[in-house]
């Protein structure tokens, strides 16, 4: 399995589209065998969701996901652990063995500064309900 992880200083970094990097790590038989960092060069929402298929990444954790970034993941067959905060090689092997929890509802969270650059929810595929982000 290939985790990939939102990152920033260490953290799980709360916003999956804005996030500036990513940080990899290999799995097998439960345990972490490799990890590295890399830069996502300022990708948007879906270029990090094919940039992520081209790594051959299975599972991504992170906070905040948006309803379009959700749809391109799991289109790719990317399972997605959101709502996730603290440690970033704590919660990656915490799923390696089994045992991240997370919160499966966890999305939409973050579009404050989009809304006023003529941005709507819905446009990115989660309809307009966005499970609790507050902006319909």
Do not use: W
Not at 12 to 21: E, L, S
Not at 81 to 95: F, I, K, M, N, P
Not at 116 to 128: F, K, L, Q, S, Y
């Amino acid at each position: 399995m290939k985790i990939a992880v939102t990152y920033q200083n260490g953290q799980i970094f709360q916003h999956f589209g804005h996030t500036a990097q990513f940080k990899l790590y290999e799995v097998e038989d439960g345990k972490i065998v490799y990890s590295e960092v890399i830069d996502t060069m300022g990708s948007g929402h879906g270029a990090l969701a094919g940039m992520l298929v081209a790594l051959g990444v299975n599972a991504v954790i992170c906070g905040g996901i948006g309803g379009g970034a959700q749809t391109a993941l799991k289109a790719f067959g990317i399972t997605i652990y959101g709502g996730v905060q603290g440690s970033a090689d704590a919660a990656a092997a915490a799923l390696a063995a089994g045992e991240l929890q997370y919160d499966p509802n966890a999305r939409c969270d973050h579009h404050d500064h989009e809304h006023d650059e003529g941005h709507v929810c819905g446009e990115h595929g989660c309809g307009g309900n966005c499970g609790g982000c507050g902006h319909h």
